[in-house]
């Protein structure tokens, strides 16, 4: 199946619209304790943070960090999930399509990208990085998790780039971050079982 960027991104939200209450009530219990502990770790203990959850969903990160009394916005393509998001943490949740950002610069401290990523197309994902790297403020920390594997396409409604650890890291060192930490997920489990891979990087200054 070809399709253009902006089919890609709309088939893609649009299948997160239809089936938004769905998503919520299969993913609001997922236990992302170790994402959200490894996002925040480099950071100073009782440090408050702007952060950014990029492709924050319904709201369930957003909400945690906000918890902890750092200052949490979240950004999502779809707008169901912006007025779930809103409602469930009266924060500041921003509907931006990932391909089309207006992100101020040096806005946060880190950016917690849990399982949105991969959907942006390979040849969209150096420009996004560089955009993401410009929201930083110096030093500040990117967080990306997202399946793994070698291909990129459709899976049903939604598109998916799926990459192994070497082509991320480079994705990476070329928009300017230097990667910390990485790991795979969920924990226990034979490396062919865990079919999450997570990076921690920081923003490298120019």
């Not at 902006?6 to 619209?17: F, K, L, V």
């Not at 490894?38 to 957003?62: H, S, Y």
């Not at 955009?131 to 998790?145: D, K, N, V, W």
């Not at 991320?168 to 062919?192: C, E, M, W």
């Given at each position: 199946m070809?399709s253009?960027?902006?089919?890609?991104?709309?088939?893609?939200?649009?299948?997160?619209?239809?089936n938004?209450?769905?998503?919520w009530?299969?993913?609001k219990d997922?236990d992302?304790?170790?994402?959200?502990?490894?996002?925040?770790?480099p950071?100073?203990?009782?440090e408050v943070?702007?952060?950014?959850?990029?492709g924050?969903g319904?709201g369930?990160?957003?909400k945690?960090f906000?918890?902890l009394?750092?200052?949490?916005?979240?950004?999502?393509?779809?707008?169901?999930?912006?007025?779930m998001?809103?409602?469930?943490?009266?924060?500041?949740?921003?509907?931006q399509?990932f391909?089309?950002?207006?992100?101020?610069?040096q806005?946060?401290?880190?950016?917690?990208?849990n399982a949105?990523l991969f959907h942006?197309?390979?040849q969209?994902?150096?420009?996004i990085?560089?955009e993401?790297?410009?929201a930083?403020?110096?030093?500040?920390?990117?967080?990306?998790?997202?399946?793994?594997?070698?291909?990129?396409?459709?899976s049903?409604q939604?598109?998916?780039?799926?990459?192994?650890?070497?082509d991320?890291?480079?994705?990476?060192?070329?928009a300017?971050?230097?990667v910390?930490?990485h790991?795979?997920?969920?924990?226990?489990?034979?490396?062919?079982?865990?079919?999450?891979?997570a990076?921690?990087?920081?923003?490298?200054?120019?």
């Amino acid at each position: 199946m070809t399709s253009s960027l902006g089919e890609i991104e709309n088939i893609t939200i649009n299948h997160y619209d239809q089936n938004a209450i769905a998503f919520w009530q299969g993913t609001k219990d997922h236990d992302v304790s170790q994402n959200r502990a490894a996002f925040l770790a480099p950071f100073a203990a009782g440090e408050v943070l702007d952060i950014l959850d990029f492709g924050c969903g319904p709201g369930r990160d957003v909400k945690y960090f906000q918890s902890l009394g750092h200052r949490a916005v979240g950004l999502d393509g779809s707008k169901e999930f912006c007025h779930m998001a809103r409602e469930h943490t009266q924060c500041e949740i921003l509907q931006q399509n990932f391909l089309k950002l207006t992100l101020a610069q040096q806005a946060f401290d880190g950016i917690f990208a849990n399982a949105s990523l991969f959907h942006i197309p390979s040849q969209e994902l150096p420009r996004i990085l560089v955009e993401l790297h410009t929201a930083l403020r110096p030093g500040g920390i990117l967080f990306i998790s997202n399946p793994r594997g070698n291909q990129e396409g459709w899976s049903g409604q939604r598109y998916g780039n799926y990459m192994q650890l070497k082509d991320s890291q480079i994705y990476l060192q070329d928009a300017g971050f230097a990667v910390l930490d990485h790991y795979y997920r969920p924990t226990g489990k034979p490396k062919n079982e865990q079919p999450w891979l997570a990076i921690v990087s920081r923003k490298i200054i120019a």
